[in-house]
């Protein structure tokens, strides 16, 4: 089992930049693919950033390319989530997920074995 924290969000104004993190323990972090989802309120989850186990291979959101980065430090057992120039439709609790199995890059958070918790990520206009 693999137990994820996020860190780093927060309130920030149209255009500015922030940094989340995805500390995981438990299991090896080396052995899961990493994804980053984000909830609005009244809204459905919605995919925005995935990474396979090594960080060779990633993929963004058409909705986030060219402003957020996934990378991630298997040294560490964190998974980073790099936002700039931050639009209020930007505005989402964000979590991170999990999945063991296949080195490869899981889009559907239906294919998500753990989640954290999240983290509140508010952008003002």
């Known amino acids: 089992q693999v137990q994820l924290v996020e860190s780093g969000g927060g309130l920030v104004q149209a255009g500015g930049s922030l940094r989340l993190s995805c500390a995981a323990s438990g299991r090896t972090f080396s052995g899961y693919a990493m994804g980053w989802f984000r909830q609005a309120p009244g809204k459905e989850r919605e995919f925005v950033a995935a990474?396979?186990?090594?960080?060779?291979?990633?993929y963004h959101a058409d909705s986030v390319r060219g402003r957020f980065t996934i990378s991630r430090d298997n040294a560490k057992n964190t998974v980073y989530l790099q936002m700039s120039s931050l639009k209020p439709e930007d505005t989402a609790v964000y979590h991170c997920a999990a999945r063991g199995g296949y080195n490869t890059i899981y889009y559907d958070s239906i294919n998500y074995d753990y989640w954290g918790q999240g983290t509140q990520v508010t952008v003002s206009s």
């Open positions: 990474t396979d186990k090594s960080g060779a291979n990633t």
